[in-house]
């Protein structure tokens, strides 16, 4: 039974309880009374056991999704990376190209030209 049916029952247990004339006191059943208190002793750790499992399963679920951004973050610095290389190695080619171009112009202007 969970601690919050055990405390339901408690009340219950006081609710039901008879007064006690002139006072704010009640007479509760002693042996109700310390079963409540056995089974809320046995319940207290597995709710918190339970929570401790909760809390563990949530922290694996964030370093999982951590780690997946971090792949994902990695992945896309790759890329952007081998884009401006590539980038890079198509400027060189077009400045080669143009330099050649130029160099063939040049050659040809001093060929034709004499």
């Known amino acids: 039974m969970d601690i919050l049916q055990l405390i339901d029952r408690l009340e219950e247990l006081f609710n039901d309880a008879k007064a006690v004339p002139f006072t704010h006191n009640v007479i509760v059943d002693e ?39 971090n792949r994902t973050l990695q992945i896309s610095r790759d890329k952007a990376d081998q884009l401006v290389q590539k980038d890079m190695i198509v400027q060189e080619a077009q400045r080669r190209a143009d330099q050649i171009v130029s160099q063939a112009r040049g050659e040809a202007e001093a060929t034709c030209g004499r």
């Open 31 to 69: 042996d109700k009374m310390l079963e409540l208190i056995d089974q809320m002793r046995i319940a207290i750790p597995e709710e918190v056991k339970k929570a401790q499992q909760v809390v563990a399963q949530r922290d694996r679920v964030m370093a999982q999704a951590q780690e997946e951004a």
